[in-house]
Structures are given as C-alpha cells and as structure tokens.
C-alpha cells in the first residue's frame, strides 16, 4: 500500500499525540531489563538449534546469525550436507501476518460535490492480511547454497523476491565468496529483516528516497531502492571470525525487475551499477559486539529509448544514462541488551534524471534554474529486549535536500521526517516455527510533495499506519 492509498489526522495534534507517545515509549525502555529471542523455522529445524542462537528477535539478526548467513548458511559439521539430513527434513518456512491496521492520510486530492477537486482526510481501518512469502534456503553441496523466495501479494499474485546461488570460500579462503542471481545488498541494516510491517513503517526512508522535481511532480526516469533486492553478482570477503567483511556487487541497472525494464517501467540501457561496503566489528568490554561500516551504490539511468514500439520503449535500448549514487555510513552499537543503530546517508542524482530530462536534448533542453538535487539523511533506530519473548522497537528516519532540482522549489521540498515505535511478543519459542504478536505506529511527514487543486501551491503530506497483527512463519 502506498502513501496516497491512506489517511490523517491534522499534523499539529499528530505531532502532540505522538511526541506523548514516544516520551512514555521511551521512559518504558530506560526502565526495564531483558534478554534476546526467536528464529526463522527452516535452519532451525535443520541443525535442532534454539531459534536464538541466530536471531536475536526473529527476524533480526544475532552477530552468530550473521556469520551463520555470511559463511553460507553452514555451520561447519556433517549437518550442513543434504546428504546427512533426516529425510523428514523440508527446508520451507511460509511467512504471513493477518492483522487489524487503521492508515491516515491529509490532503488527499478527492472528487468535489460540484465540478473540481478539493483536499480531503481520509481515514480507512479494518481487518486484513498481507501478502505471503516462501522461503527455501540451504545447501546443495558443502560450499553450495542457495535461496529462494517465491512471493505473492495479498491477491496470490506472484514474483520472486530472491533467487540466487552462493559459491562460498572458493579457493579454501573465506574471502572468496560468490553470489549470482537477484539478492539483497550487503546492507548491515537489512531492510528484508526489518522488525516493522506497516505501510508506513515497513521500510526504510533513506533506502528509498528520490527528490522531487517540484512539488506535485516525482522523477519518471527510474525507481531505485537500496533496500530493493537487485540482480547480479556479488563477490564477498571476511575474516574468519566475521569481524571484518568486504563486498562489491556488479548489478543490472533495473532496481531488480527482470527482462531489461526498470523500476519505473522504462526501457533499462547496457550499463552496470556497482554496490560497495566494507564494515568492522570490535568488542568493548562487556557491552557487546559493535560494528561501524560504509557503502556507496552508483548507478546509471537511461533517459530516453533507443527504439519503441507504439510509444513505449523496447527493454534493454534505453540510451542517454545519466549517473546518480548514494553513500553512507553505519554503526551498530551494543549496550548489552539495548542496541543503537545510527546511519548517516548521502545521495546525488544528475540534473537530467533531477528534472526528468532526456540527455539527448543537451543543457539547451533543461529548465530555467535546472540543478543536479542532492540530499542527506539520517538514521537512528534503537531495540531492547525485555526478556527472551518481547523486543521493543523505536525508529526515527531524517532527510533534508541540500540543493533542489529546480531554483523555483522551496528549499525544504521533499524533506521528510519520519517515527516508527512498537514491540513484538513472542508467546513461545520454538524450532519448528515463529510467532510474534506484531504492534506498531508510524508516522511521517513529507513538506510540499502535493499541489493544491484550489490554489496550485505546494502543501504538506502527513500519514500514519497503526497495526495490531499475528507474525506467522512455519
């Protein structure tokens, strides 16, 4: 569901209410003391492991987890053939979440009574289900694995989410290690493992963000997310204990879309992106394992076809590629049972993909006041495990533009503020299966994305998803 499919309330009582909210959210977590819980069901009934051991709150990630995934779902023993697991063993887990949610949106351009279009709040809540995920995931042969997750939407509408073969410490040396297929990034903060799932709230900002041309009016060129599983090949590198990693991908320029169109639905060109990160772990005394990292993701975009047929261009002839890239630094940092994660974020877009220009048409085709957009970003996220069954979550995403696209926008047009609070209880913890009772608000706030039908000038988004739901995976 996306931001214009929901409704609001008016911002300066949604601020009031959720500032009270997140005071007493964040009084809750400075009181109390806890340890960590669950796990994806398939692995776990593989090796006869607590869920725990690799995650520290199902989905999320322990440091073991982590080199579990990074050493290619192996552990090292005679389990990690297929030869020697029990031929009960069925390496599926199937995810999906039934919940209640009640999305907000303001300033919703709707039908008038009489003949134009006015600005409305509209507000819808019920219950529902989302969509559902297969997951398949193990080895072939020792230093063979694999994942698939075939994925549908809400309709049984289906696509693969990932489907790729891991080729791990090639040469003997865990610094050989090659992906090929559609993959997520090497991204610490693993968007694919979030602890949020509403509409608001289930991904993250800065992976996403592209800035707006003018108010009203969003770049058409292509659709590009970091947190966007992407297809290509991916050479990865770490010590033997995990502490330092390295990767660099060489990737299609279609945001993940098969068949040469990209995720804009435009013809994608010839070129190649490449992703790159690198990140370092340490301990500090008794508080834990910390991680501080980089990244850097440049990509191309076709600005116009080559060829078309009937208006629209054949994949895989888009021509004119103009860069763009984003940046950023991580760290993940422990204080026994409460961990912070801060990420500051960089992006860049050229002029032409800025004003939704083809580069055929050269400087003389670009419009007065034309700049190559720029922006930063901010991350701060913090969870806390209450005890093995609860985690609390909070979230809190920034993104300001340092320079617009056009010399005519507001400065602050496109800048966005985002809060994500929740926790997830997990009744009881398992080796054959997750269950997380799933609660969640999220809000955020977009400066001058829209145009008014009355007036034309720019005004506000704001919108929120609250989410009440049951966490299933077997």
């Known amino acids: 569901m996306e931001w214009w499919d929901i409704v609001e309330m008016k911002p300066k009582v949604a601020r009031l209410a959720t500032v009270t909210s997140y005071t007493v959210f964040l009084l809750a977590i400075i009181l109390i003391n806890c340890t960590p819980a669950s796990a994806i069901p398939a692995f776990a009934r593989k090796y006869g492991m607590p869920c725990s051991s690799c995650h520290e709150a199902w989905p999320k990630l322990s440091p073991f987890g982590q080199s579990f995934k990074d050493n290619g779902y192996q552990m090292g023993n005679d389990r990690d053939a297929p030869i020697f697991q029990q031929a009960a063993y069925w390496p599926i887990s199937l995810r999906i979440t039934p919940n209640w949610h009640l999305e907000t949106a303001n300033n919703q351009t709707v039908d008038g009574t009489g003949t134009g279009s006015v600005l409305a709040d509209v507000k819808t809540q019920g219950f529902d289900y989302t969509g559902m995920d297969m997951l398949t995931a193990g080895t072939l042969a020792k230093n063979y694995s694999f994942l698939l997750v075939p994925s549908s939407d809400e309709l049984g509408s289906f696509h693969f989410e990932s489907v790729n073969l891991r080729f791990s410490n090639l ?15 090497d991204n610490l903060q693993s968007e694919k493992r979030i602890l949020t799932l509403s509409s608001n709230g289930g991904f993250y900002q800065n992976y996403h963000f592209q800035p707006m041309v003018s108010p009203g009016v969003a770049e058409t060129a292509y659709v590009f997310g970091i947190g966007d599983n992407q297809i290509g090949v991916e050479w990865m590198g770490h010590s033997k204990d995990d502490r330092t990693r390295l990767s660099a991908a060489l990737l299609s320029g279609t945001d993940g879309n098969p068949d040469f169109v990209n995720g804009a639905g435009n013809a994608a060109g010839h070129a190649y992106e490449g992703f790159f990160a690198a990140s370092r772990a340490f301990e500090v005394g008794g508080l834990g394992l910390q991680r501080v990292g980089a990244f850097a993701y440049l990509g191309q975009a076709s600005t116009y076809p080559r ?3 009937a208006g629209a261009g054949i994949p895989g002839t888009g021509i004119g590629n103009q860069p763009y890239y984003r940046v950023g630094l991580i760290g993940m940092w422990y204080v026994k049972k409460l961990d912070v994660t801060t990420m500051y974020f960089y992006g860049h877009d050229s002029v032409y993909l800025g004003t939704n220009t083809p580069s055929n048409l050269g400087t003389a085709g670009l419009p007065l006041g034309a700049h190559a957009p720029s922006w930063n970003g901010a991350l701060f996220e913090t ?30 047009t496109g800048n966005v503020d985002a809060l994500t609070f929740g926790f997830r209880y997990y009744p009881f913890i398992s080796s054959r299966a997750g269950f997380a009772f799933h609660n969640e608000y999220s809000i955020v706030w977009q400066k001058n994305v829209l145009l008014a039908p009355d007036t034309g000038l720019p005004i506000n988004l704001t919108s929120s998803s609250l989410m009440f739901g049951f966490d299933f995976a077997f």
Request: glycine residues 6%; charged residues 10%; without cysteine.
């Open 171 to 185: 040469f003997g040396s865990s610094w050989f290690n090659i992906k090929v297929g559609k993959f997520e990034l």
């Open 307 to 309: 060829y078309t047929v």
């Open 383 to 412: 969870h806390y495990n209450f005890n093995p069954q609860m985690i609390l979550i909070n979230r809190y995403e920034l993104i300001r533009m340092s320079q617009q696209a056009l010399s005519s926008n507001p400065g602050n």
